[in-house]
Nanobody, 125 residues
Framework: QVQLVESGGGLVQAGGSLRLSCTAS????????MGWFRQGPGKEREFVAG????????RYANSMKGRFTISRGNANTAVYLQMSSLKPEDTGVYYC??????????????????WGQGTQVTVSS
């Protein structure tokens, strides 16, 4: 069982930046493909960004390209999501997720085995 914990959310003005962190207590995340998802008010959970466990390659939803960056920590015990040029439509609960079986970067919810509890990001206009 992998327990993921997100942190770093908060209230920020449009155009601002935030860095979200996802950690798994006492465990390395190197064996998992990691993804960030978000769920806005009244919306379904959607893919934001992911990083492969095979070669460190990354993948982003189109609306996040150039604004968000996913990365792993040096000791592979954390995954980060650096968010810049934030917009009000980026508001939502952000979740990290781990997939321990696939070699690609899933962009849908189902392949991920473990989820964090989420951290709220609110972008004011």
């Amino acid at each position: 069982q992998v327990q993921l914990v997100e942190s770093g959310g908060g209230l920020v003005q449009a155009g601002g930046s935030l860095r979200l962190s996802c950690t798994a207590s006492g465990r390395t995340l190197s064996r998992y493909a990691m993804g960030w998802f978000r769920q806005g008010p009244g919306k379904e959970r959607e893919f934001v960004a992911g990083i492969s466990r095979r070669d460190g390659s990354t993948r982003y939803a189109n609306s996040m390209k150039g604004r968000f960056t996913i990365s792993r920590g040096n000791a592979n015990t954390a995954v980060y999501l650096q968010m810049s040029s934030l917009k009000p439509e980026d508001t939502g609960v952000y979740y990290c997720a781990a997939d321990g079986t696939g070699w690609n970067i899933p962009t849908t919810v189902d392949p991920y085995d473990y989820w964090g509890q989420g951290t709220q990001v609110t972008v004011s206009s």
